[in-house]
């Protein structure tokens, strides 16, 4: 297993979620946490060009995870976290942009990409490469992003 080359190499830098991904704990928690950053920015756009950026960015994550993973010589790194931040984005992009739900986006997302039930488990286990990496998150995102959209719907 090679070291990752975050502050030298430009891919790594982006994988590692702009460094996030080198905390010794929780590097998973720290790059969402970058992701939630950005969130109010995707809010900001029209959302047809909210959800091209997350398409765009989930396919690019999908090559990207891939070289990086590739680089180092290890299927999914701990602190490759590009899965993350997209995940995140996907969770709450058809969300009020509030703390609430930035607060419940992230704790839903985070529980269930920790915990990753069927059939997160199964695309975690079955499937390789950069789309393996990438796949489990973004499911992760669709189930946080549903129930959430299921709350807000019976609390308004």
Known sequence: MHSPKVWRNFWHF???GF???????????WGTLV???FVPLLHLLPLWFALCVIAGASVFGMWLC??????LGVHDHGGIVWDEIVGIWIT?????????????????FRVLDIAKPWP??????KVGGGLGIMIDDMLAGVIAAGVLYAAWFFTV
């Open 14 to 16: 982006l994988a590692f």
């Open 19 to 29: 460094g996030s991904g080198l905390a010794k704990k929780a590097p998973g928690t």
């Open 35 to 37: 992701g939630l950053a």
């Open 66 to 71: 891939g070289r990086v993973a590739s680089d």
């Open 92 to 108: 709450l992009i058809f969300l009020p942009n509030t703390w609430l739900w930035l607060a419940l986006g992230f704790i839903t």
């Open 120 to 125: 997160i488990s199964w695309l975690d286990r």
